[in-house]
């Protein structure tokens, strides 16, 4: 399906990929409007990488399309596509420069201005002339950055981008697409860290074993984390009056036959919980969290550090 | 610019700051011609004389050898003669760089985002090792009749010899170098390992030429045994019996062997009699277009594979 959209800079259509009996990608769909930035979230192994792999035309998708501004994949508009795919790789035997150079003359059409100002935007002018095979981790991210920006792209595919970095080089990188951002180009960048984004994307896409679970704004995702109920399963020596303090606090509740009480508490109030129920007289035997849906667990996770255990 | 002009460009950008392509032209280029020359003064300064009536055939020997001419054509004939050969070590080497590399230090990402053409990428790679070897092959020309030139200082040699035969050798032996490297970039591709991929080409048509060696001592094609009844009944007998015509070995180098036959007679040897190890070198029983046309069967052949997999694999 090719989008009509004008203004739909990349568009994926139950996207799904299977290698062998493992589904990686299990039928995604949306959309990303030219000049978005979009945050595209999930734990290692979600399914992140393996889309864009499919949408730099990269891997073949199993079912489904995606299109790169109007074309399907693979089609000439990737030319317009700048990306970094997981860890940056180099020639280790090539400067960066000579690295920049290659990637060019594999484009064609690339001034040899642009090389001079991609490495100056990433800061990389000084270290440009030594061995990548030289190049510490965070350099590497750089000119793989630098090197995602040669052909002026329209379209910028990126995946964790901040891995590797020290805090300082994490909020250099964040500015610096912040900038890019700014020119009106697309951006797609993955992470595992929601924290990592927040600064930096209007919108997100939440991915999980492949499925999407959300796609809207980041707002949203943040209050729908922080307004999510919690169940919790109680056990009091007196249950009526563990009731009675759980209506007090406005917990919505539910009795159960053994005795306990399983009641939902706002993510934001889960903490105080037994020291609110303390105060209000209720002698607590047992207090335990109750697993609750694989999405509200997982959202919460992302918040927290991004990576489930 | 086009898709195929870019990659030819980059790669050829990529190739010349390889050391390992310089390697190979200072193998030869200076280190071979070199050799003959000294091997050539060595001769004319400790035999020549030694025995009564020899003069002449030392000089022969000196003239066919280090003259500019012999040099060129060693220079031809020898990287032929190894095993496994000058010509599908450097063909292997080039390949690992162009293809190789690609997936070990896992770029194919990177290029294949930088150019996505695939079909483009393939081509402009191909071109590109054809440029290389056909730089090393002109350059071994050049180097060793230049060499040549400079033995004629202190050698009794000249500047004689059939020049233009030669010269369509050193081609139809880069022409047939073209099947050798759509295999070799078949095999590391495939393989999607470097080192595993250059051991196949080096040795998998020797192994398969081998097994069929084995087969014919062991079991032979004319005795009716159950074997050989199989491949009556299916009307193969005579296509298994001529099946070394077609090996890809023989063939491949036949341009580059051919001289060796002049050579033989030359010295006294009879290409058609058993001169040991020497007489599966000279086989006399293909012609060049026969070679040419098999090559260029091997060559379409592993094309059709290459691109059918590279522009359909998934990349890491």
């Not at chain 2, 980059?10 to 390992?20: I, T, V």
């Not at chain 2, 040699?157 to 010269?167: A, C, I, K, Q, S």
Request: a positive charge; proline letters at 4%.
């Amino acid at each position: 399906m090719i989008t009509n959209g004008v203004n739909t800079a990349i568009g994926v259509h139950q996207l799904s990929k299977r290698y062998g009996g493992s589904t990686a990608v299990d039928g995604i769909s949306f959309e990303v409007g030219k000049g978005e930035v979009v945050g595209f979230l999930g734990p290692n192994g979600a399914g992140k990488t393996t889309t864009l792999r499919m949408l730099a035309g990269l891997v073949r998708p199993s079912g489904g399309s995606c299109e790169i501004l109007g074309q399907a994949v693979r089609g000439p508009t990737l030319r317009e596509v700048g990306t970094m795919i997981e860890e940056p790789s180099f020639y280790p035997y090539l400067s960066g420069r000579a690295n920049l150079q290659h990637a060019a003359l594999l484009h064609g059409g690339v001034r040899p201005r642009r090389i001079d100002e991609v490495l100056e935007f990433v800061g990389m002018e000084l270290a440009a002339g030594k061995r990548v095979s030289a190049y510490s981790q965070g350099m590497r991210q750089r000119l793989g950055l630098a090197r995602s920006l040669l052909w002026s792209p329209e379209v910028l595919l990126l995946d964790e981008p901040t891995n590797g970095l020290d805090p300082v080089g994490i909020a250099e990188v964040r500015d610096q697409l912040r900038e890019v951002a700014r020119r009106g180009v697309t951006v797609l960048i993955s992470s595992h860290i929601l924290s990592e984004l927040e600064k930096l994307v209007g919108r997100v896409l939440v991915i999980e074993q492949g499925r999407l679970l959300y796609a809207g704004s980041l707002d949203r995702l943040i209050r729908r984390i922080d307004e999510q109920l919690v169940p919790y399963l109680l056990l009091s020596t007196d249950a009526d009056e563990l009731c009675r303090a759980a209506e007090t606090l406005g917990h919505r509740l539910e009795r159960l036959d053994d005795g306990r009480l399983r009641i939902w508490v706002p993510d934001t109030e889960s903490d105080a919980l037994i020291g609110r129920l303390s105060r209000l007289g209720v002698e607590l035997i047992d207090a335990r969290r109750e697993s609750d849906s694989l999405e509200g667990a997982y959202l919460r996770l992302l918040k927290q550090d991004g990576r489930p255990s | 610019m086009s898709a195929l002009a870019a990659v030819v460009r980059a790669e050829l950008f990529k190739m010349l700051r390889k050391r390992r392509t310089y390697v190979l032209a200072a193998l030869l280029w200076l280190l071979l011609p070199a050799l003959v020359l000294l091997i050539g003064r060595l001769l004319e300064m400790n035999l020549r004389g030694t025995f009564v009536d020899e003069s002449e055939t030392v000089a022969t020997v000196v003239r066919q050898l280090a003259s500019p001419f012999g040099i060129a054509r060693v220079a031809l004939v020898g990287p032929a003669l190894l095993s496994p050969t000058f010509y599908i070590i450097a063909v292997a080497l080039v390949s690992g760089v162009l293809v190789g590399e690609e997936r070990s230090h896992r770029m194919w990402k990177t290029v294949l985002t930088a150019q996505p053409n695939r079909l483009a990428v393939l081509s402009g790679k191909l071109i590109v090792a054809m440029l290389v070897l056909g730089a090393l092959f002109a350059g071994g020309f050049l180097a060793a009749s230049l060499f040549g030139v400079a033995g004629t200082m202190f050698l009794t040699t000249d500047l004689t010899g059939e020049w233009g035969e030669l010269v369509r050798l050193y081609l139809l032996q880069w022409l047939f170098a073209g099947a050798a490297t759509i295999f070799a970039f078949l095999m590391i591709f495939v393989s999607r390992n470097v080192s595993l991929g250059m051991v196949l080409v080096f040795f998998l048509p020797p192994l398969l030429e081998g097994l069929y060696s084995i087969y014919r001592t062991t079991v032979g094609v004319q005795p009716l045994t159950r074997l050989n009844a199989v491949f009556q009944a299916l009307e193969l007998q005579a296509a298994m019996e001529a099946l070394p015509r077609y090996f890809f070995t023989v063939n491949l180098y036949a341009p580059a062997r051919r001289p060796l036959t002049d050579l033989v007679r030359l010295l006294g040897g009879q290409p058609g009699s058993d001169l040991g190890p020497l007489t599966v070198l000279l086989r006399n029983d293909t012609t060049l277009l026969h070679s040419g046309l098999v090559m260029l069967g091997y060559g379409l052949l592993f094309l059709g594979a290459l691109i059918w997999l590279f522009l359909r694999r998934d990349v890491d």
